[in-house]
């Protein structure tokens, strides 16, 4: 099991991202941070923005088309998408969350 950490331009952003990777199955479970403050380097200067967090729950099957999805979705030339594996979830989630992906329609 995997936790995806991204973060996003808005909030709206992330909600959509979110809705898609739901839609599409690639994730069984989205959390959304609505404002985070941000500071970081981009281009040689030290930048600052607020942002949101999308959080997104995968399996390891599901997690490069779940990568290359938010890429295609997401507004940044280079998105943070970054996957926590999860070392021992309680098995009843880890069930749950397998079968919701599983739902996916080829």
Not at 16 to 32: D, F, G, P, T
Request: charged share 35%; hydrophobic share 40%.
């Amino acid at each position: 099991m995997f936790l995806v950490y991204i973060t996003c331009s808005s909030y709206e952003e992330a909600e959509k991202i979110a809705k898609k990777i739901l839609e599409e199955r690639l994730a069984a479970c989205a959390n959304i941070y609505k404002e985070i403050k941000s500071i970081y380097w981009w281009k040689g200067k030290l930048e600052e923005a607020k942002e949101s967090i999308l959080i997104l729950k995968t399996d390891e099957k599901n997690l490069e088309k779940l990568k290359n999805r938010v890429k295609e979705l997401h507004s940044y030339t280079i998105p943070a998408i970054l996957p926590i594996r999860v070392e021992k979830p309680n098995r009843e989630y880890l069930n749950w969350l397998i079968g919701e992906i599983s739902e996916r329609k080829e």
